[in-house]
């Protein structure tokens, strides 16, 4: 069966690999449909190869290798069959956080041009084309906030985390590659907003867990949008959002705890509200792990929200796909949900290393994180 994911996305941290290999020779590169052809009837075309190692002596070092058909002496050989397709691959990416762009801009202008040219020129470097970024705050912020922490929508306002460092930096990378493909993701909503519960909807004044009151369902669909046109008036166009980072999760430095349920009634308002104020910005449900934290009954959480919001809701042609995170279970999962809602899109939008995880140790997880990711 021909599974399409419309878009994956890698998100490790600051920077991300879209292709690696292991080896220190150039492979040839076989297309795998010479049917007994010699060396001598080689396409003349090249292969541009990045390579990464476990030891650390290659980083995504470019080289190139021969694209021929038949058979070859190479040591290494990667055999492309271009009678079989699988997923079609919108792009690839990564995050800029406050903590990114605060180091980004701790380097000289030169520097840093020729760093985010090496990752996201198309005609330069890597051509990344995705950006993921926080809406409010996330783990890698200056502070926990949120851009309404003052009670009343019409306190909203970016932070300094936005104004000084994301969009400063934005703005050098759309400089480079107009075309990038920006999407957003809250951690929290404000904490106003929380309740402990939704029936008996008692005030919850904490960055961590929470709900989201279904009585600011309006208020924080009109967050979005105010959040989407701040950014717009910074010359930053938003191509999609998630509701929630992570909704599962309980314990994050801020969250808001968001099941299924939950998040359908949110999206059904927070779609049309975007198609009434004409925002162009698509949607995608869930955004957490395959696993889906382990909880039973939140199990193929976007098949549930999709068949909980139907189709003829106002808005409804903003509600695109889901997202996921790798912390959890297996990518098979993607899978099973594709091939339940085949009409919509799948992205991957989130993975990270770091002394968790053991992530500083190429020759640990490096293997692992392409065969899973990659």
Known sequence: ??????????????????????????PAVNPGNGGGKSDS????????????????????????????????????????????????????????????????????????????????????????SY????????????????????????????????????????????????????????????????????????????????????????????????????????????YAVTPQNEPLNTGNCASTYMPWEEEAAFVKVLASTFKSNNVNTKIYVFDHNYDYDGVSDQYEYPIKVYNALGTSFEGSEYVVGSAYHNYGGSNTELTNVHNQNTSKGLIFDEASIGTWNNGRTLSVRLIPDMEDIA
Request: a neutral charge; charged letters at 20%; glycine letters at 6%.
């Open 131 to 238: 950006v993921r970024i926080s809406i409010g705050c996330s783990d890698f912020s200056s502070k926990e906030y949120t851009c309404c922490d003052k009670k009343g929508i019409e306190n909203f306002a970016l932070y300094s985390d936005e104004t000084n460092y994301v969009i400063p930096i934005l703005k050098e990378i759309l400089a480079i590659n107009p075309n990038i493909k920006i999407i957003g993701s809250p951690w929290t909503c404000p904490k106003w907003m929380k309740v402990s519960d939704i029936n008996t909807k008692t005030s919850y004044d904490s960055w961590t867990n929470g709900h989201l009151n279904p009585d600011y369902y309006q208020d924080y669909a009109t967050y979005f949008v105010d959040w989407i046109n701040a950014f717009k008036s910074n010359g930053i166009n938003i």
């Open 1 to 26: 069966m021909k599974l399409k994911i419309r878009h994956i996305l890698i998100f490790i941290s600051c920077i991300a690999t879209s292709l690696t290999a292991c080896g220190s020779n150039s």
């Open 41 to 128: 009837d080689s396409i003349s075309t090249k292969a541009s190869l990045y390579t990464t190692s476990a030891d650390g002596r290659f980083l995504l070092d470019k080289s190139n290798a021969s694209i021929t058909t038949g058979s070859n002496m190479a040591p290494r050989t990667i055999v492309v069959d271009t009678t079989t397709t699988y997923q079609t691959m919108d792009g690839f990416g990564a995050a800029i956080t406050y903590s990114t762009a605060y180091n980004l801009l701790k380097m000289s202008q030169t520097d840093r041009t020729k760093f985010l040219k090496e990752t996201f020129s198309n005609t330069e470097g890597y051509g990344f």
